[in-house]
Structure formats: C-alpha cells, structure tokens
C-alpha cells in the first residue's frame, strides 16, 4: 500500500527490511547497541562487523548505553542502505509506563536524525513489537501517526517505508492507515 503525505510517499510493505535499497534502514536495538534477536541480529549478521565496530565507538561517549528512544547513525557495512539508524523502542508493560511516548520519540529521533544527514529514504520495522512485546495494533497507531506527523511538518524526506515481516503485521498497518484509527 502507497500514501502521500505532503510530498512524501508512505509505502507499506511485507518483507526483509535488510534487503531494502533505502538509503538508511533503522535498527529495533536496545540500550547496549551491542546486537540481539529479530531485526537487529539479522541486520549484524548481514550488515558484518563494521557495524558492531562503530556501535563500539559509540558506546564509548554514552557508557550507559543509548537511552530508549534516542537514535544514533552507523555504516550499513555490507547491506544495501548506506546507513543504518539504530534506535531503542520501550518494552511493553502495559501501555501505561510512557510506552506510546517512548515509541513516537525513536520514530521521530530517527527521522531527525535522517533529516539532518541529507537521507531521503528510509526503512523501519515494526519497532518493539517483537521481543519487547507491544502489541501491534497499538504500536501501528503511533509508529504511523508519528511518521504522517514528522512528514507533515519537515520536508526532505522524500519516503519512508514500513518493512513488515508477516502478512498479519502488514494487514494491521494497512488497516491503521486507512481506518478510521488515523485521520490525517
Ligand atoms: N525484517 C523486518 N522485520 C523483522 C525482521 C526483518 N529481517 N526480523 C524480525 N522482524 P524485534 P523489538 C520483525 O524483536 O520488539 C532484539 O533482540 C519482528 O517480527 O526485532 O523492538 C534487540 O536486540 C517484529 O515484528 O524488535 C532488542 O533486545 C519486529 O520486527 C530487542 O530485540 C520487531 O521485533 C528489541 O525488540
């Protein structure tokens, strides 16, 4: 599915968001920017070690780790997209921890943070709903509203992708965005 926001395009797709050609893919990291599961282990492991060696350097001027919903930009290494935006989304614990806040600052961080590297396209996962369990519909509301807002009120991104990885994720998303969920 295809929308225009402004004059951007939203396009939602099924697929592997490590095979993307976007000039940046983001990465559903955590804190220690150090690998995982899910999408940050399949973008390490395709991506190769330069990716884990600027994670490296990075984590040296934030010891503590990257904070959940900041973005920090690496080389893709061996992907596809020249970048990669990592970013941290909140665990879900109920929905009334500052989880929906949480997952609208990595969506927007990251596209600051896209904006203000000369990067016109853009892929994401479904941030947190996979190991840290928020539940999808949910999550398709703010990760959707967050992006039709960001494109509302900058230009330079000229499009942005929502990488699915199961039909049922991507029916959701479609869902959200055509439903009465989000009017924009
Ligand atoms: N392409 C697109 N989407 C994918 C891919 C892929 N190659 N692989 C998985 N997904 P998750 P989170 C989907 O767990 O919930 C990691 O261990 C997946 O089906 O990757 O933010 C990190 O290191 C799900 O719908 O991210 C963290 O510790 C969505 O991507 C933690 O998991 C997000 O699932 C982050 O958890």
Not at 155 to 182: A, P
């Amino acid at each position: 599915m295809e929308a225009s926001v402004g004059s951007a395009k939203l396009k939602l797709l099924q697929g592997d968001i490590t095979e993307q050609g976007t000039d940046a893919i983001v990465n559903a990291a955590n804190s220690s920017l150090m690998g995982g599961g899910g999408v940050d282990g399949a973008i390490h492991r395709k991506g190769g070690a330069q990716i884990l060696e600027e994670c490296r350097l990075i984590r040296r001027s934030l010891p503590d780790g990257l904070p959940t919903g900041d973005a920090v930009a690496t080389t893709g290494g061996r992907l596809r997209a020249k970048k990669v935006i990592h970013t941290v989304g909140p665990v879900w614990s109920g929905g009334n921890n500052g989880e929906p806040e949480m997952l609208e600052r990595a969506y927007r961080n990251c596209l600051a943070l896209a904006l203000k590297m000369g990067i016109k396209t853009i892929s994401f996962p479904s941030i947190s709903t996979g190991a840290y369990e928020y539940p999808v519909e949910k999550a398709s509301r703010v990760a959707l509203r967050a992006v039709v807002d960001f494109l509302g009120e900058n230009t330079g991104i000229e499009e942005v992708r929502f990488v699915l990885h199961s039909k049922h994720d991507l029916w959701i998303y479609e869902e959200t965005l055509e439903g009465e969920k989000l009017r924009y």
